[in-house]
């Protein structure tokens, strides 16, 4: 990515809160591909979606229930993290997303399924006909309604699923270290307090979550309140995979060279102080179901 680019991210990671990419087409473009560079990082070192998660999501929407081979539209696919998952499934998928680097990736890691089908565009420029029992988005969903038009895009949504059919929201916060760590590392900063190597707390998230892409669903005339299901995992992760994992936020994207060298290096040297090779961190993954109104 270049440094033209890197530098108008931080404004359009806002343009996202606000839903307005599509007021400065460069800056958009600019975030759509804002991954592809660090798509390989991006596959290796996020966190994925467990079988047991995606068993959960379907078993309370009933995904599969009489259904021999239910089709899903997937938005904002990345390098297939999820995609891989619903596919070993059986599923009939059509997986979109924007980013070059990302689609490419998903073809590899989705290259021995037939039926997958791999599409490099965003939901909003999709043209189908189609009709799907299940539309899915993975961590993706703020992007998908990050436009003016979002009314259009909700209506969309509805038009693209079968009467009985489910929107599925997959969520994975950030990890990260204990308090004590992340307050180390904000002084070794010379940072504010608390201080998060993502952009700001679980609680601001969920807040910006809900405000710009949970609302909106359940108050259209077109989705369900959406039920939710929270888990918390603790686990140990190696350091280097962790320090390669927080290369694929979008903040740290967005960093000047320089200074990102400086963030990672300090958390590296401060976590590494701590815990040695093993870091313990804790994480967040949230889903978000909702069925389709009937608007007749």
Not at 111 to 128: I, R, W
Request: glycine share 4%; with cysteine.
């Amino acid at each position: 990515m270049t440094d033209k680019t890197k530098m108008k991210l931080p404004k359009v990671w806002h343009m996202v809160n606000q839903g307005s990419l599509d007021c400065d087409p460069e800056n958009k473009q600019a975030l759509q591909q804002m991954y592809s560079g660090v798509a390989e990082l991006y596959h290796n070192y996020r966190p994925g979606y467990s079988d047991d998660l995606v068993e959960e999501a379907f078993e309370k929407c009933k995904l599969l229930k009489n259904k021999a081979k239910a089709k899903v539209l997937e938005l904002g696919c990345g390098p297939g993290t999820l995609t891989s998952t619903l596919a070993r499934r059986g599923l009939d998928i059509v997986a979109l997303d924007p980013g070059v680097g990302m689609i490419e990736k998903a073809r590899q890691v989705c290259k021995e399924y037939p039926n997958v089908q791999l599409l490099q565009t965003t939901f909003k420029d999709f043209t189908s006909d189609d009709k799907f029992d299940a539309i899915i988005a993975a961590t993706s969903m703020h992007w998908v309604l990050a436009e003016t038009d979002k009314e259009k895009l909700i209506e969309k949504l509805s038009n693209h699923l079968k009467e009985d059919g489910s929107l599925i929201l997959f969520w994975n916060f950030a990890p990260e270290p204990s308090e004590e760590l992340l307050d180390k590392v904000a002084d070794a900063l010379n940072q504010p307090k608390p201080f998060h190597f993502s952009n700001g707390s679980v609680a601001a998230h969920s807040e910006r979550m809900r405000e710009h892409t949970l609302e909106p669903l359940e108050t259209s005339l077109y989705f369900s309140p959406f039920e939710t299901m929270i888990h918390t995992i603790d686990e140990n992760v190696r350091l280097e995979s962790y320090i390669n994992f927080l290369q694929t936020m979008s903040n740290f994207i967005s960093m000047e060279n320089d200074e990102r060298e400086l963030v990672l290096g300090t958390a590296r040297k401060i976590l590494g102080e701590d815990s040695g090779e093993m870091v313990t961190t804790r994480r967040f993954t949230m889903i978000n179901i909702s069925s389709k109104r009937n608007t007749k």
